[in-house]
């Protein structure tokens, strides 16, 4: 070992740490060498059993994630499913791409006047469910490929991949170890680390970096089911118990129930799960501390939080994936050269990082805020607040910086959970509205069209299993 080698020391064992080992073997020039402390692999609960990642992101990239589907690994992810959620209404979440307008106006407008203009028209969610093609595609079970040709109502589809986390996590560990990544040596302690990076869940998030007032649990039972046949979709609902969710994987699935544990007793937890779930075999379980939060500062000096270590969500929304999705895409554009560069390194992820990671908890917090225990929640942040404020005010959405989401999806979901703007763009009465809604009418009525063709989510695995 050169005596200037920098040494990039990793700790922990699941998938964050390998994802990163992989990531930086393959990014890191030459001069820096990778080593992994502490690789015993985590009990259930210490992270995500599945993982939504990007079809384009990091982690399918460095683990070819369509070859994982091919072998039974995962399949397709659309959205959630929020059953009950809203006046015992079901609601989608998902993302899809901007709608084209009609004359410059946005179709939210569009359907907005044609809300107002009559007491007998449908509210403005049931006018707005027909344009949400994602949430469709979603709920038919069906495969949404998207197409390249922005005229083709499958260009508005944005299909992601579920995969299972512990296959993923094996996969990059052994595409970290064959590319030089070193496992814990016996003289360890004598290891220089030029930087570190802790992976491990560590304890309770304080200060703002502390969510359990925004999201309402602290605890987390987690069940690995096997057997059935599940929809390609996170379900969540809201109990009497607190926060339950299901995700698929071939052949079975995981749930989990976020709870308080001032509310909640640990028997009181495992039989409302196993009442949600039905009939399924119970394969594992545990019951371990969920604190929700943020490291606020995940890279300070020499040391960088990384994945649950940075921030956990729970299995909501599959908001740790990509909250790890992130982190590990801010990570390669911050690498720094020298020492010298460190600090402004550090100083650029965090800003990006933080700022992504606080607006998907934005998301989260709207949604339960409208739920069944949204009285037991804390206010909205400063963020949210003009968020909600801007939409019940004008129809509009905010764009923040560094915002995953685009301003239709904000409209969009404001408008499933039920809430209602109290006017539309100005520009709206000068269009012909019968016009504008035949239009629509056309444009739903290919969407449906499209919608009939698409396979259904098994079918298209199946045939990619079969290498057709």
């Known amino acids: 070992m050169s005596g200037t080698e920098k040494i990039w020391v990793i700790q922990g064992a699941g998938l964050a740490a390998w994802a990163a080992a992989a990531l930086l073997a393959r990014h890191l020039p030459s001069g820096n060498s990778v080593l992994i402390e502490d690789a015993v692999s985590p009990a259930l609960g210490e992270e995500s059993e599945v993982v939504v990642a990007e079809p384009d992101g990091v982690l399918v990239q460095l683990s070819d994630g369509a070859d994982l589907l091919a072998h039974g690994h995962g399949g397709f992810f659309l959205g959630s499913l929020l059953r009950n959620w809203c006046d015992g209404r079901d609601i989608a979440v998902v993302e899809q791409e901007p709608l084209p307008g009609i004359d410059g106006v946005a179709l939210t407008d569009v359907v907005l006047r044609a809300a107002r203009q009559s007491p007998a028209a449908p509210d403005y969610a049931a006018l707005m469910a027909p344009l949400q093609f994602q949430a469709r595609v979603m709920a038919a079970g069906r495969y949404a490929h998207p197409s390249p040709d922005r005229q083709s109502p499958r260009s508005l589809l944005r299909p992601r991949l579920m995969l299972d986390a512990r296959v993923l996590t094996a996969r990059l560990r052994d595409i970290a170890l064959r590319a030089g990544v070193r496992e814990t040596p016996d003289d360890v302690r004598e290891v220089e680390a030029f930087m570190t990076l802790e992976t491990r869940a560590n304890g309770v998030f304080s200060g703002d970096g502390d969510w359990t007032g925004r999201l309402g649990y602290d605890r987390c039972l987690t069940m690995r089911y096997v057997g059935g046949d599940h929809p390609p979709r996170l379900d969540m609902a809201n109990l009497v118990e607190g ?215 098994s079918q298209f695995i199946d045939r990619l299993r079969e290498g057709g």
């Open 243 to 457: 926060l339950v969710s299901s995700s698929p994987l071939p052949g079975g699935g995981f749930a989990s129930l976020a709870y308080a544990a001032d509310r909640t007793t640990v028997d009181v937890a495992k039989a409302a799960l196993a009442a949600w779930l039905g009939d399924v075999d119970v394969a594992t379980q545990s019951d371990v501390v969920l604190a929700p939060g943020l490291n606020t500062h995940p890279w300070s000096g020499r040391r960088l939080a990384l994945g649950p270590a940075a921030a956990r969500f729970g299995d909501a929304l599959s908001l740790d994936s990509a909250a790890l999705e992130r982190q590990l895409t801010q990570l390669v554009a911050s690498l720094p050269g020298t020492s010298e560069q460190i600090s402004a390194c550090a100083e650029a992820y965090n800003e990006a990082v933080v700022r992504d990671i606080a607006h998907r908890a934005d998301q989260l917090h709207l949604i339960l805020l409208n739920g069944s225990q949204g009285e037991r929640l804390a206010p909205a942040g400063d963020d949210l607040a003009r968020r909600i404020a801007q939409f019940t005010s004008r129809n509009a959405g905010v764009g923040l910086d560094g915002d995953p989401y685009d301003a239709q999806h904000w409209i969009m979901l404001m408008a499933s959970l039920g809430l209602m703007p109290r006017r539309y763009d100005i520009q709206a009465d000068r269009l012909d509205i019968k016009a504008a809604m035949a239009s629509l009418g056309r444009m739903v009525i290919a969407f449906d069209q499209t919608l009939a063709a698409l396979p259904a989510h």
